[in-house]
């Protein structure tokens, strides 16, 4: 049987858990958890080069993780759904946040990675939580214009009209953005389209005034 890692305390062996999590290293993530690793660590910045050092010397093809990161939202960043399953299973905390009040889903949101928000809707992840600025995970997909995602995020959301900082929707982003087929969804699913942001621009107005006129009529027609 492999002796890899070789003898670490529990903390560095959690902090390349993180490490390998980001890099979809499957079968590192499986060992460094059967050795103990703590699925819920975050990176603390002063022991990535400490634990840089230690895969350099052992050749080890993992990527850094971000500081302030746990495994599980390093997974999400990076679509590593099997790494993201194993990591749940073990008992991550699936909303756990981490520096700019950021979870696993808002990532998995902001990057499109469909598979993993599955695997987190399927352990009863919550859709609600807000980052620094206010957004929801569902802000995030629709500022991206991830349609997939978006479906999966509004099939699984009872409020289509959640505000963020700017007191802006979902559909004021994709009417700002012109992401019809996204807006298309949020309206059709029953999202507010009178909804004022802090300006006192409705969905429609933004359209406009990014130049989507025939978006900006859809919208006008509701």
């Known amino acids: 049987m492999s002796s890899y ?5 529990k ?3 959690s902090t390349l858990l993180h490490f390998a999590a980001q890099s979809g290293s499957t079968e590192l993530v499986r060992l460094l958890i059967s050795r103990g690793a703590d ?3 975050t990176v603390i910045c002063g022991e990535r080069a400490r634990v840089q050092r230690f895969i350099q010397r052992n050749d080890a093809q993992v990527a850094p993780g971000r500081c302030g990161a746990t495994p599980l939202r390093s997974a999400a960043t990076r679509g590593h759904a099997e790494v993201a399953r194993l990591l749940i299973k073990a008992g991550a905390d699936i909303e756990a946040m981490s520096d700019g009040d950021v979870t696993p889903l808002h990532e998995a949101a902001f990057e499109g990675h469909t598979a993993v ?3 987190l809707f399927a352990a009863g992840v919550n859709v609600s939580p807000v980052d620094v600025a206010g957004a929801t995970a569902l802000h995030l997909a629709v500022l991206k214009g ?3 995602m978006a479906r999966l995020l509004i099939d ?3 409020d289509l009209s959640p505000v963020d900082q700017a007191l802006r929707t979902p559909l004021h982003e994709a009417a700002r953005l012109g992401h019809d087929v996204v807006a298309r969804m949020l309206v059709e699913g029953g999202a507010n389209v009178l909804a004022v942001d802090r300006a006192g621009r409705t969905p429609r107005d933004l359209a406009l005034m990014n130049g989507h006129k025939t978006l900006a009529q859809r919208l006008g027609g509701h």
């Open 39 to 41: 699925v819920g660590a």
């Open 11 to 13: 903390e560095d062996i």
């Open 146 to 148: 991830h349609e997939e």
């Open 117 to 119: 928000a599955r695997l």
């Open 156 to 158: 699984n959301s009872g």
């Open 5 to 9: 890692p070789p003898p670490f305390h």
